[in-house]
């Protein structure tokens, strides 16, 4: 069941993420992901794109680690993205944003319930242990608020790393001058550069992450002191 959830969670979210990025896109003017019904909260198009990183590994890693590690991805014109490196900033950022929205919803959801003293703050905090209950119907619900609450996270965090193919490594060209923005994106299309950009946030995601999920569950229990 736990393995279910946490893939659901996995599913979900980066169907949100993706979808962000194909909405954004299509504001931004150009139609690639529309058209391939990607501007879409259904997960099927987002699967279809890319089965293996939505489905098969995803499953596969969350059966061995109990944690889904997968990917995705939404289409875009590169010559559209050269001739508006800006709007191009902004689809990229539209998908960690998403994920954003997502953990503040879990957020609410958390404090609300602690408002509500169905939930309180866990003796000890962990990656789905986010909040309590003494309840054990709402113990479950906090649960999975929690995985939702992680899953997010680590999907924002990650994906603004500015290192390709990441999305804030898209982001940069808001930073960038024209002529910069311009070299950064053809060099981004590189596929060696991705490979180590991959391995490059691998060795040092845990190193950002944890800092910044201590911040935030200190800010959901500012009463408490964790990590």
């Known amino acids: 069941m736990g393995a279910l959830v946490f893939y659901v969670a996995f599913l979900f979210s980066t169907t949100v993420h993706e979808a ?130 992680s899953m997010n996270l680590v999907l924002f965090v990650l994906n603004l790393l500015p290192v390709p193919p990441l999305d804030g490594s898209g982001a940069l060209p808001l930073l960038l001058s024209p002529r910069a923005a311009d070299r950064w994106l053809e060099l981004t299309h590189q596929p060696m550069l991705g490979w180590i950009g991959i391995l490059l946030a691998w060795r040092i995601f845990d190193e950002i992450f944890m800092p910044i999920f201590f911040v935030v569950v200190d800010w959901i229990y500012p009463e408490m002191i964790y990590g």
Do not use: C, K
């Not at 499953?59 to 680690?65: D, E, N, P, W």
């Not at 800006?86 to 959801?109: I, T």
């Open 20 to 149: 962000a990025h194909a909405w954004a896109a299509l504001r931004g003017g150009d139609p690639t992901a529309y058209h391939g019904g990607q501007v879409s909260l259904d997960p099927v198009p987002h699967i279809r794109r890319e089965p293996v990183g939505m489905v098969l590994l995803p499953v596969v890693t969350v059966l061995i680690s109990g944690w889904p590690f997968g990917f995705a991805s939404a289409p875009y014109d590169p010559h559209w993205a050269r001739r508006h490196p800006r709007r191009a900033a902004w689809m990229a950022l539209a998908g960690p944003a998403a994920n954003l929205a997502l953990l503040l919803l879990a957020v609410v959801a958390i404090r609300v319930g602690v408002g509500l003293d169905v939930f309180h703050p866990p003796d000890a905090i962990g990656f789905a242990t986010v909040t309590a209950s003494h309840s054990a119907s709402w113990e479950q619900i906090g649960w999975v608020l929690g995985v939702f609450f």
